[in-house]
């Protein structure tokens, strides 16, 4: 049985107790009473999503990539989840010095954080890549809740698919919206897998098996389907978007990324390479180049391109010419240190 917990209304009548509504938090006690297990969802790792200066807005971001730090509270840490920077949380602002610093957002630690003071009696585990770092412990872990030595596991995607205990008959997508609104052709797809990977965890025994997904838009379509498990009727209505805007697995999609220490010629790489496959490909099956929203990544600027192959047209062929293009660019001594990546889609 899926649930669905409108957090707007929550909110509004006051039933949610921080990030989490009564009617999740009651449901997870009742499972604890009946000695049942729950799993817990949330895609994102770390105690905060980033923090920020009440006084003047500031947030503290790397310096290598253009992203915000993740606050884990392990260390008092601040880290980049991709390039692996870390700094400590300092008691005050960089900017203006202030010490009205807050965290924004949550994670799997905070949620571990909540979770124990919610329910003090309940044996809780947290199953990320911060918490399985050494040789054995996400075996040992998964071991552990196996044997019933745990009653909640709180966890990224580690925890969405391929798990088979008998004794979880709760699961809870905390966050549903991060992935429904992520921008990307693909999310409401990956939405579908993921809810009903993670509903695929309770009630794999029995036929009590309780889904909560806790989400602002309650309204959408979408979540009607999964609830009725109507497959066909998602992808009926997915595949006629993907034709109208022609997406895979409508068409091949080649996505080539253009990286440079300096901004300006990476952006110069891109609009070259750009202009020289025109002559072969339509002008309507580029898309861009363009900046991605993450445009800087291990102290190297991006720009994206995304190229649309029409499924009848040999895929080599294509391959073959924009590789050509490639060398030719970095031929070119003026962007012969521009690294060029081909991405091509798996449909």
Do not use: W
């Not at 003090?120 to 890549?129: S, T």
């Not at 580029?286 to 102290?299: C, M, T, V």
């Amino acid at each position: 049985t899926i649930n669905l917990i409108n957090v707007r209304e929550e909110k509004k009548n006051k039933k949610m107790n921080g990030n989490f509504s009564n009617i999740l938090l009651e449901a997870i006690q009742q499972q604890l009473t009946l000695k049942k297990q729950c799993i817990i969802f949330q895609n994102k790792r770390g105690y905060a999503s980033f923090v920020l200066c009440n006084n003047c807005g500031y947030t503290v971001e790397c310096p290598h990539c253009s992203v915000s730090l993740t606050y884990h509270i392990h260390g008092q840490q601040l880290k980049c989840h991709y390039c692996g920077h870390t700094e400590s949380l300092l008691p005050t602002c960089k900017k203006c010095n202030s010490s009205h610093i807050k965290t924004v957002g949550y994670g799997t630690e905070k949620i571990e954080e909540n979770f124990k003071v919610f329910f003090p009696n309940a044996k809780i585990e947290r199953l990320d890549i911060d918490n399985v770092k050494t040789k054995n412990a996400y075996q040992n872990i998964l071991s552990a809740f196996q044997k019933n030595e745990l009653d909640i596991l709180i966890g990224t995607q580690m925890v969405s698919k391929g798990l088979d205990f008998a004794n979880v008959e709760l699961a809870a997508i905390i966050d549903i919206d991060r992935i429904l609104f992520f921008p990307d052709f693909r999310s409401h797809e990956k939405a579908f897998q993921i809810i009903t990977q993670v509903s695929g965890r309770a009630g794999r025994k029995s036929q009590s098996g309780q889904v909560y997904i806790q989400t602002y838009n309650p309204q959408l379509h979408l979540f009607q389907q999964i609830k009725n498990n109507d497959y066909q009727n998602f992808y009926k209505k997915e595949i006629i978007q993907r034709k109208i805007y022609r997406f895979p697995p409508i068409v091949r999609l080649i996505k080539i990324s253009f990286l440079h220490t300096e901004k300006k010629t990476a952006q110069e790489s891109s609009f070259f390479f750009t202009e020289q496959i025109k002559n072969k490909i339509s002008p309507e099956n580029i898309l861009g180049p363009q900046e991605p929203i993450i445009s800087k990544i291990k102290n190297k600027f991006r720009q994206e391109l995304f190229i649309k192959i029409e499924k009848k047209h040999p895929s080599t062929t294509i391959k073959s010419f924009l590789k050509n293009i490639a060398l030719e660019l970095q031929y070119n001594n003026k962007y012969k240190n521009t690294k060029i990546v081909f991405d091509v889609d798996p449909y």
